[in-house]
């Protein structure tokens, strides 16, 4: 059955480029269009699409505020236009929280090499958030803001209310992978020095939910690989860096990688471990490669890591389409490195965790909610 798609945005011109992008594939139909946030709301009660596509900037009602008013009427799985501007990129990330599942850069040569592949990979996204479905009773990602950041070195005393996770963007049980119904009570005693944590589609709500939950005193570096574009990652950083108890900073050239700080890669480019003694820094470049798709790539990441902590690394691959992480997971499992994936329920696409899986590479198949307590409890910080 195809996926009936909403198209809203306030131009005509890309309204009718986007419908007849989606409809020369046969597995998708374009069921009715909205030239601003309030006809899409009053569109998606009367139409009931199975996906939207939606501008963020949008006159009479907004991209942002019809997507809060959307999921809480009618949840509908949302696919965001953006300017890859800093607003644009704060925008999306806004939208994200409040529920839309992913965003495509509106400059449909910011998508892809070329015309046929960004083709491509919005029909792919418009199919698969398509299928997903949203339960009636979602509720948007809500965080507070820690009162202060203590030092990593120090414990902290500062408070934070958790998010309300009360929604799961649902999908059948994996008959692959099995969710684990009680987390084990301690940790298994392996020695780390590095958390990796690689995702796509859903990664940035993903991502806000685990890093929220750690505490500044946590005693390790994480790298965190988001597919993501360059015009993005600085406001995602940031807005990390304001929600969490730990630091977040995008990665720059040279970084010492310090305890108790995350650093994100930068969009657009590679970022990998260097040194082999026990100071390790960060090697951040731009590459031309054609023959690696994803820029940050998980699998160039993880192979570094695998050459610079061989086996004392805890890596986990969150939701997202593809199989990037796959090669690179397999490589640290060679060292000894622990791998964990997300599990299928909690996933908004099971593509990267599923890929993870199916090689048999991954020891645990966690649900998001569970994968910071399980971090804390394998860290020895819980």
């Known amino acids: 059955m195809a996926v009936k798609v909403l198209v809203v945005d306030d131009s005509s011109f890309f309204r009718r480029r986007v419908s007849e992008i989606l409809e020369q594939d046969s597995d998708i139909q374009v069921i009715g269009f909205a030239i601003n946030g309030r006809e899409a709301v009053e569109k998606t009660a009367q139409l009931r699409p199975d996906m939207i596509t939606m501008d963020v900037e949008m006159p009479v009602l907004d991209g942002i505020s019809a997507v809060k008013e959307i999921m809480a009427s009618n949840p509908t799985p949302i696919l965001m236009f953006s300017s890859l501007t800093r607003a644009g990129a704060t925008a999306t990330l806004d939208a994200l929280d409040a529920g839309a599942m992913d965003f495509l850069p509106k400059k449909f040569e910011d998508i892809a090499r070329n015309n046929e592949d960004a083709i491509k990979l919005l029909q792919a996204k418009v199919k698969e958030i398509g299928n997903r479905r949203i339960p009636r009773t979602f509720k948007p990602v809500s965080y507070s803001k820690p009162a202060t950041r203590a030092v990593p070195q120090r414990s902290s005393t500062s408070s934070i209310r958790q998010p309300d996770r009360s929604f799961q963007r649902s999908t059948p049980e994996s008959s692959l992978t099995k969710t684990q119904s009680s987390l084990p009570s301690r940790a298994s005693g392996k020695q780390y020095r590095l958390v990796a944590i690689g995702t796509s589609t859903g990664g940035p709500v993903a991502l806000q939910n685990v890093l929220t939950q750690l505490p500044a ?10 597919h993501m574009p360059a015009a993005f990652t600085p406001a995602f950083a940031a807005r990390l860096n304001g929600l969490c108890k730990i630091k977040v900073k995008e990665a720059q050239q040279g970084d010492r990688l310090d305890p108790g700080t995350a650093y994100l890669a930068p969009g657009g480019q590679q970022m990998m471990v260097e040194g082999r003694g026990g100071s390790k820094t960060l090697r951040v470049f731009e590459d031309n490669s054609e023959r690696i798709t994803y820029k940050p790539s998980v699998d160039v990441t993880f192979a570094s890591v695998a050459k610079a902590f061989q086996g004392d690394v805890l890596a986990i691959i969150l939701t997202g389409m593809g199989a990037d992480g796959r090669d690179g997971a397999r490589m640290l499992k060679q060292t000894g490195a622990t791998i964990w994936a997300q599990d299928e329920k909690s ?8 890929a993870v899986a ?9 649900a998001l909610d569970d994968i910071a307590t399980r971090i804390k409890s394998e860290t020895g910080c819980g």
């Open 217 to 226: 005193n946590f005693p390790h570096p994480i790298l965190l690989i988001q």
């Open 358 to 366: 199916n090689a048999g590479l991954s020891s645990e198949s966690l």
């Open 347 to 354: 996933c908004v696409v099971y593509g990267m965790p599923q």
